[in-house]
């Protein structure tokens, strides 16, 4: 390929990424009121939660049940904290924050 292909070529996926970025913006009076788009709306954040805290677990090599205790103590307070504050930023944060203290060894 000449280098005025790759040129094209990159033009190309910044003008597709650009739309894609651009469209719930421009199509916000059509999407805003849309029944399925407020359904995603109230249930895509837990199951990105759910998603990545399956993930995460399913990551590291546990050899024995005592390996993964710093992430399921996490994942518990994330859980609770989700369940009684509803407020997924506070959890996110403060699971890290746990995860992180008992990981390094600042807590116990």
């Known amino acids: 390929m000449s280098e005025l292909d790759y040129l094209i070529s990159a033009l190309i996926m ?3 990424t650009f739309g894609l970025r651009a ?5 916000r009076g059509f999407i805003a ?4 788009i407020q359904i995603l709306g109230r249930r895509l954040p837990v199951a990105m939660m759910v ?3 399956l993930y995460a677990m399913n990551v590291h090599n546990w050899n024995q049940p005592s390996d993964g205790y ?3 103590i996490a994942v518990v307070v994330v859980a609770v904290l989700q ?3 509803r407020q997924a930023l506070l959890s996110i944060l403060t699971g ?7 990981v390094n060894g600042w807590v116990g």
Do not use: D, N
Not at 33 to 36: A, D, E, G, L, M
Not at 96 to 102: F, I
């Open 14 to 16: 910044a003008a597709v």
């Open 23 to 27: 469209f719930p913006f421009v199509a």
């Open 33 to 36: 009121h849309h029944r399925r």
């Open 51 to 53: 998603l990545l805290t």
């Open 70 to 72: 710093a992430q399921i």
């Open 83 to 85: 369940l009684w504050r």
């Open 96 to 102: 890290t924050l746990v995860y992180m203290a008992l």
